[in-house]
């Protein structure tokens, strides 16, 4: 084959890390951008570990697994008979369903988790492909801690689930405990050892806790490997895992030297990563490679000199290769619909009827109290708008006297099922006292575990975009808001975590325990 395999778990390995989870809609959002991305396979969830993950993993296969050249959608599972069942039921509505099923093979695992031998965890092993593949062709299978395992006993269980039917052998390097040389060589020796190797895709899935994930990637595909797991700015299970723009641009910008490639739209990259930070909250480091805001930018006279002479002195990529927009003002207060449309279409949002009047609504507010309105508000506004959780609470007043000597405090209004409700309450702070007002009203106790703030864009009018993490009784739930008013976002973001707790908990209700 000549070109690699672009399996995306983003959703899945992802989603999984502290900090991390998503909604179902906001699944559905993402799910959508990977798509435009044009990756191979969607990792869309792991169904039977809760029912929030099996409805997103479902409703990625319905939604974005049936479009005209939609990408593979891939649920998780143990090699449970029962996981397997689960997971079918949620990916059995894609075009192309895949089931990917795994167990751990190192000896380690074996005695201290799983409690199982060696041959009880081959013949689980093999019963799980064969059940896998009474309901699709597509099965994909793993055996995790695959970097620590006993290289004779891991082959021997490659070789026999080949045999049960499946199509894809995905090596992980679950702990991250692989030097690239060493899983290069691994790889190989599994070409040269698995009996039917050469008829089914070899993946690696590599995770980062020695900072080796692409690296390990990139060598596993220089000895032989077609698939490669990974993840949205590299996100995943402790410290990650391998990166999908590093290893994409990696094999783009190196083709001389790698001489593969993908079928990854680069120009997609950037409007993905960003789509993931403000989903998640959470944002990558500046120096990132790739994705990050200084990835591009000369700062040094002498780089710079070098860049206005010819930017090929110190530039191996171009911004536009990833689709990375200059910041440029976009709107303002006197643009039409017609224009918010165009532009949004741009970015990459299709909206129309009633999605676009909600945006553009969304934005006639923004465009009122902020002259310059930039691609990056216009994605807060649209992605703010669409990955919406049903709302409970609503903001409806607000007002807050802070400063110098004077104790905080403030007076909030919220609406609920038609009705208003108000009360005060004073704190440490602005945010402290607004918080403090909510719970008067709702009499739910939130601490709050995590507070971030960034400016969506540059400029002192700037949209001040405020994530959070509230725990709520033991129940940890993230929000994020938006607005020129720092005090306002804080609000709307605790707002946005109470309404997602106050959804979970009716949806545990409606579900059973
Ligand atoms: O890291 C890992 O081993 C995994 C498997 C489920 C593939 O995520
Ligand atoms: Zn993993």
Request: proline share 3%.
């Amino acid at each position: 084959m000549d070109r690699v395999i672009i399996f995306d778990t983003t959703l899945r390995d992802g989603e999984q890390a502290p900090g991390f989870s998503m909604n179902t809609m906001e699944k559905l959002e993402m799910a959508r951008q990977l798509a435009r991305l044009n990756v191979d396979v969607i990792e869309a969830g792991f169904p039977i570990s809760s029912e929030d993950d099996f409805e997103a993993t479902r409703a990625v296969a319905r939604q974005v697994g049936t479009l005209d050249g939609a990408p593979a959608i891939c649920g998780l599972s143990r090699v449970g008979l029962a996981d397997i069942d689960r997971c079918w039921e949620a990916v059995k509505y894609a075009r192309r369903p895949r089931i990917h099923t795994f167990v751990a093979t190192s000896d380690i695992h074996l005695m201290y988790k799983l409690r199982k031998s060696r041959a009880e965890v081959m013949k689980a092993s093999v019963d799980a492909v064969r059940h896998a593949r009474g309901y699709c062709q597509d099965v994909e299978f793993s055996p995790e801690d695959a970097s620590r395992s006993d290289f004779d006993y891991m082959c021997d269980v490659l070789s026999a689930v080949i045999d049960a039917g499946a199509r894809t052998i995905n090596i992980p390097d679950t702990v991250g405990y692989a030097i690239p040389r060493e899983w290069g060589e691994r790889i190989a020796r599994i070409r040269e050892k698995v009996q039917g190797i050469d008829k089914v895709v070899l993946s690696v899935h590599c995770h980062n806790d020695l900072g080796q994930a692409v690296a390990n990637s990139l060598t596993a595909i220089m000895n032989g490997a077609r698939q490669v797991e990974c993840t949205i700015n590299g996100i995943g299970e402790r410290a990650g895992n391998a990166s999908l723009e590093e290893i994409v641009m990696a094999l783009r910008t190196r083709k001389d030297f790698f001489g593969i490639d993908t079928r990854v739209r680069s120009e997609e990259i950037f409007r993905t990563s960003r789509l993931l930070s403000h989903i998640t909250g959470v944002h990558v480091q500046p120096n990132k490679a790739v994705v990050g805001e200084n990835a591009f930018a000369h700062e040094a006279g002498i780089h710079q000199d070098g860049v206005l002479k010819e930017k090929l002195t110190y530039e191996i990529m171009r911004p536009e290769d990833i689709g990375r927009p200059a910041n440029k003002l976009v709107l303002g207060k006197h643009s039409g619909r017609a224009a918010l449309s165009a532009r949004l279409k741009d970015l990459g949002f299709d909206l129309a009827g009633p999605d676009l009047d909600r945006a553009f609504r969304a934005f006639k507010d923004l465009a009122d109290r902020k002259k310059e309105v930039y691609d990056e508000d216009l994605l807060a506004i649209v992605t703010d708008e669409a990955t919406k959780i049903p709302v409970a609470y609503e903001l409806d007043y607000l007002h807050v006297i802070s400063g110098t000597g004077v104790v905080p405090s403030a007076t909030i209004r919220l609406r609920k099922d038609g009705e208003l409700f108000q009360d005060s309450g004073v704190g440490d702070g602005p945010v402290d006292a607004v918080l403090n007002a909510v719970d008067a009203i709702t009499g739910l106790k939130g601490q709050l575990r995590d507070y971030a703030i960034r400016a969506a864009t540059s400029g002192k009018d700037a949209i001040g975009e405020v994530s959070v993490k509230v725990d709520f009784d033991g129940t940890i739930v993230s929000g994020k808001g938006a607005s020129t008013d720092v005090i306002e976002a804080s609000a709307r973001a605790y707002l946005s975590a109470l309404n997602r707790m106050v959804h979970t908990a009716q949806r545990t209700k409606e579900v059973g325990p």
